[in-house]
């Protein structure tokens, strides 16, 4: 069972670069949700879906894009880095209510935008 | 504006004694609560929830207490172990529209000495 993966673990970047960071899971959950993690600010919500083709934003959106084609991959686009974005991002999915099953995250994706 | 605070950023307790983690909320909407753990260099993991129906839920050494009157919830580990040590986050989630979404407070770091 590889549950959450997220690639790449670590990535540097210059503004104004794009990149995109990698969450596929194997576990056949319709939830899927990107958070970030800034020291001192505990995780915050970015994009979120509820299963294929369907996305939103969280509290977090400007600057990411996302798309859910499938079920499996919830990849998280950087549209123009900004040392803003300079943070660790995690991915998490859920097999229903989050309350019920409690969300599955990955380890995580260290970016540094310089 | 803060909606769930955990005002203890550090907390640090004898092995075998219990570890209490406190976290308050402001938003009335919220109902259903959560608390993950975090080692260094992983991702979050789900440790245990409780519904706003309920005012206590236990799973082993893990209870959490709810008091819907004073939004406040609490966990209680007993008895500590030095394999404890990790960042608690209290999470909630609103019923209706977007109850997918998780807000998290900003995180406990406990310490359990041998």
């Known amino acids: 069972n590889a549950g959450v993966t997220q690639t790449p673990k670590f990535q540097v970047l210059k503004t104004g670069q794009s990149m995109t960071l990698q969450c596929a899971q194997d576990?056949?959950?319709?939830?899927m949700s990107w958070y970030r993690q800034d020291p001192g600010m505990g995780l915050r919500l970015i994009h979120y879906?509820?299963?294929?083709?369907?996305?939103d934003q969280g509290e977090v959106p400007n600057g990411y894009n996302v798309s859910r084609s499938t079920t499996e991959d919830f990849p998280l686009r950087l549209l123009s880095a900004a040392p803003s974005q300079t943070s660790v991002y995690f991915c998490?999915?859920?097999?229903?209510?989050?309350?019920?099953?409690?969300?599955?995250f990955g380890s995580g994706t260290r970016l540094t935008v310089v | 504006d803060q909606q769930v605070k955990q005002n203890s950023p550090s907390l640090s307790v004898q092995e075998g004694r219990i570890s209490i983690l406190n976290c308050d909320y402001t938003?009335?909407?919220?109902?259903?609560f959560l608390w993950y753990k975090k080692y260094p260099a992983e991702g979050p993991t789900f440790l245990i929830s409780?519904?706003?129906?309920?005012d206590k839920n236990e799973d082993g050494r893990f209870t959490v207490f709810l008091n819907k009157s004073a939004k406040h919830l609490s966990l209680h580990i007993v008895p500590s172990q030095p394999g404890d040590s990790a960042v608690y986050f209290c999470?909630?989630?609103?019923?209706?529209?977007?109850?997918?979404?998780?807000?998290f407070g900003k995180g406990t770091k406990l310490t359990v000495n041998p």
């Open positions: 998490a999915s859920s097999y229903g209510r989050h309350y019920q099953y409690g969300y599955t």
């Open positions: 576990m056949n959950h319709e939830y």
């Open positions: 879906s509820v299963g294929a083709g369907i996305t």
């Open positions: 938003n009335s909407m919220f109902d259903y």
């Open positions: 409780i519904s706003s129906i309920k």
């Open positions: 999470a909630a989630s609103a019923r209706g529209g977007g109850s997918e979404k998780l807000v």
